[in-house]
């Protein structure tokens, strides 16, 4: 990736200027802007005007942003460039939240991170803060207690991750295993103890006249089962479903791991079977390869028509004795909450274990309000966070516990009888 040198605010500001700097903070930031479209908008403010940035903000808005996932990313930056000359001192306050009396200590808003990059580009350690601020409040960095770097990034939320973070978090997690314990299936193999073999035993005493002199043993055989996971990714969860699709690629070409087989769909207002795509070596190929062929990404969401493809398409194809599902979506559904029901019940029935992976479970307030979430949560084996490599850690030792079963039942407490 090319380097850039930090932007500077114009000596002489003019309002072409200024839109066409934000047009390029917009740009690194990750919005296809051209030329055109920053000609379009210097244009469209001189033509239409505005007597306060409400109006100012939202026909920049209608210029730059052509689709939902768009609009976090705008936001932060109109924010953190236009409120002020020293918007620098501003957007380190937000990168570091332990520095005292700029803002209250809080978690970033989603792409807040991403928006102070794509402006600061690698310039935080050039800043010089104040020593002082206007009102006589003084800045302080408090390094008391602060955990070591990977620590922080291991708790650390997928959607409130710098694209240097994220890049460590991917990289942690291609280290990461999942392994999975075999299982005793009902077919058996010859052993020196174990269950008597009535049928060997006789046939070996048949050789010899039914001289019944030796026993023969077996034991059943180990196999090891599927892991099937279903990933939303709409546009509330495309960030976590990449992510997650990484671990999973780093699981599926893993040796030794035990599972028999890793299949992987995603769905949003359709199914799509991506298992092929996982099997590349290189890892940014295959997410590429499957964002291709996932046509519906950061789309709508329609849970309980996929669950209902899958279920007809693909359950008996996948869905061996002893699969492992991971369903990774946030329930937030418009269907109908009772084709989701009967859908995820079926699914559930087919498999050995139904894991539910849910981003919104980060939040402490997280209570199954929603129809989708109520309709689903009863049918599942475990109901667990993933919204950091901290929680997919704890998936990874815990998925193959049939005792564990996550947040499940306290918030099945939650729902009206």
Not at 316 to 325: C, F, T
């Amino acid at each position: 990736m090319p380097e850039y040198a930090p932007l500077e605010l114009p000596e002489n500001p003019r309002l072409a200027g200024n839109i066409t700097h934000f047009a390029r903070a917009l740009r690194r930031a990750g919005l296809p802007i051209g030329p055109g479209r920053v000609l379009n908008a210097i244009e469209a403010v001189t033509a239409a005007g505005f007597t306060e940035k409400r109006d100012f903000y939202w026909t920049l808005h209608a210029c730059f942003v052509s689709k939902p996932e768009q609009r976090s990313v705008f936001a932060q930056i109109f924010r953190l460039y236009w409120r002020d000359p020293r918007y620098l001192e501003h957007m380190m306050a937000a990168m570091l939240p332990a520095i005292r009396g700029v803002q209250e200590d809080r978690s970033a808003q989603a792409a807040e991170k991403r928006a102070a990059e794509a402006l600061l580009n690698g310039a935080g350690a050039d800043v010089d803060l104040p020593e002082d601020e206007p009102d006589g409040t003084e800045i302080e960095i408090d390094a008391s207690l602060t955990m070591s770097n990977e620590e922080r990034l291991k708790t650390l939320d997928f959607e409130q991750m710098s694209t240097a973070e994220m890049a460590r978090a991917k990289a942690m997690l291609s280290r990461m295993e999942m392994p999975v314990d075999p299982i005793a299936s009902r077919r058996t193999r010859a052993a020196n103890r174990g269950r008597i073999d009535p049928a060997r035993t006789l046939r070996a005493s048949m050789r010899r006249g039914g001289d019944l002199r030796d026993l023969k043993w077996k034991t059943p055989k180990l196999r090891y089962p599927n892991l099937v996971t279903l990933c939303d990714i709409s546009g509330s969860m495309s960030q976590y479903s990449r992510v997650v699709l990484h671990f999973l690629h780093t699981v599926s070409n893993a040796k030794g791991a035990g599972w028999a087989r890793v299949h992987a769909f995603t769905f949003g207002t359709r199914l799509t079977n991506i298992t092929r795509h996982l099997h590349q070596r290189d890892v940014d190929a295959a997410l590429r390869a499957a964002g291709a062929e996932a046509q519906d990404w950061e789309g709508g969401t329609r849970i309980g028509a996929c669950l209902e493809a899958f279920n007809r398409d693909w359950s008996r194809r996948v869905l061996g004795q002893g699969a492992v599902v991971l369903l990774i979506t946030d329930g937030l559904d418009r269907g109908d909450p009772q084709v989701l029901e009967r859908q995820i019940e079926r699914l559930h029935l087919s498999a050995k274990r139904l894991i539910w992976i849910n981003p919104l479970l980060r939040w402490e307030e997280f209570a199954p309000r929603a129809q989708g979430i109520a309709a689903m949560l009863p049918h599942v084996d475990a109901f667990r966070a993933g919204h950091s490599v901290a929680s997919l850690e704890d998936l990874a030792a815990m998925i193959t516990r049939r005792d564990d079963v996550g947040e499940r039942d306290r918030l099945l407490g939650m729902l009206p009888d």
